[in-house]
């Protein structure tokens, strides 16, 4: 069965306080790593898909990386309106479905 | 970029009736789209997967008849909660997988659905 952890359950950071959160996976035969971000009463607005190992996306104040046992979301110098909760999700085997985390849920603070 | 609507955003019924859920692609067509329920500071539970003209699938410990899903077009499905009861209430959430984005899922905004 897949699992996804995510550690942080929550975290609070000054603004500009740079920091990482953490999406840990067992799988089997891993098709893609996703991460989302969710505001409070909305649905996950998607931010990065990772395939392989290695791989690293960026946008904007955020890098994802993935290795093979893990993916870290890095956060460069936040501000308040990147406070949400942030999901990690895997996509393995044959299918499309996707298996989520439990999410991080960042607060930064002015 | 994609986007996927639900409608209705909220909604309130009484114990016994039956709500509709609607979840529409706008600019894109999806092969498959997906149920998810999510309770208060829950992460997202998949209910079901359903593919434009079959029937469709469910995970375990979801019931298919009380979760009616209608997948009748490449950019429209619905769920209807049948005979809902205040346990039914949760937040319903869409998506939409854009087969010319490597399968990447685009979610709607929600539905909160509260039974009284």
């Known amino acids: 069965e897949d699992q996804v952890t995510q550690s942080p359950e929550a975290l609070r950071l000054q603004e500009g306080e740079s920091s990482s959160l953490n999406c840990s996976y067992t799988?089997?035969?891993?098709?893609?790593l996703f991460w989302y971000r969710q505001d409070p009463g909305k649905g996950p607005e998607f931010l990065f898909t990772?395939?392989?190992a290695g791989e690293e996306k960026e946008k904007e104040r955020l890098k994802a990386t993935l290795t093979k046992k893990e993916s870290f979301l890095h956060i460069t110098a936040p501000k308040p309106e990147d406070s949400a909760t942030y999901l990690c999700a895997v996509q393995a085997g044959g299918g499309n479905k996707l298996t989520f985390g439990t999410g991080t849920q960042l607060k930064v603070e002015l | 970029g994609a986007v996927v609507s639900q409608h209705p955003s909220w909604v309130i019924c009484k114990s016994g009736t039956s709500v509709k859920i609607e979840c529409r692609s706008l600019d894109f067509q999806a092969t498959t789209m997906f149920w998810y329920r999510q309770f208060p500071k829950q992460s997202l539970m998949l209910m079901a997967t359903s593919n434009e003209g079959s029937k469709a699938t469910y995970e375990q410990g979801v019931e298919k008849d009380k979760f009616l899903i209608n997948h009748a077009s490449l950019t429209l499905s619905t769920l209807t909660v049948t005979s809902a009861h205040p346990e039914d209430s949760s937040f319903y959430i869409c998506?939409?997988?854009?087969?010319?984005?490597?399968?990447?899922?685009?979610f709607g905004p929600g539905t909160r659905l509260t039974v009284l």
């Open positions: 799988v089997s035969g891993l098709r893609g």
């Open positions: 998506s939409a997988s854009d087969p010319t984005s490597t399968d990447t899922q685009y």
């Open positions: 990772l395939y392989s």
